[in-house]
């Protein structure tokens, strides 16, 4: 059994920077894909980043050149880094695990892929 616990949410300005970190607890370390993904009120669970178990790293175009995810396997935790946030960031952050590998990068962005997540937390980016 995974469990994954999700930290580092907040108020901030535009163009100010956060830093989510999920640590995860069970059998995770390079075993496990990690990603995260955010939902706004009102809107879909939406694919953030990944990195994967061969520590390849895909990213939504809208965070791209933005966020960076990167992983301590020996703390089993994830990290993800924001940098020159906007307004349209503003959403619960998760973070979510999955077991199994994907040859196609693209499968990681269905949330239907992963059967880990956290609770969640908010990351609200005023103007």
């Known amino acids: 059994q995974v469990q994954l616990v999700e930290s580092g949410g907040g108020l901030v300005q535009a163009g100010d920077s956060l830093k989510l970190s999920c640590a995860a607890s069970g059998r995770t370390s390079s075993s496990y894909a990690m990603g995260w993904f955010r939902q706004a009120p009102g809107k879909e669970r939406e694919f953030v980043a990944v990195s994967t178990q061969t520590m390849y790293t895909y990213y939504a175009d809208s965070v791209k050149d933005r966020f960076t995810i990167f992983r301590d396997n020996a703390k089993n935790t994830v990290y993800l880094q924001m940098n020159s946030l906007k307004p349209e960031d503003t959403a619960a952050y998760y973070c979510?695990?999955?077991?199994?590998?994907?040859?196609?990068?693209?499968?990681?962005?269905?949330?239907?892929?992963?059967?880990?997540w956290g609770p969640g937390t908010q990351v609200t980016v005023s103007s």
């Open positions: 979510a695990a999955t077991r199994f590998f994907f040859t196609n990068g693209d499968s990681y962005r269905d949330t239907d892929r992963y059967g880990y």
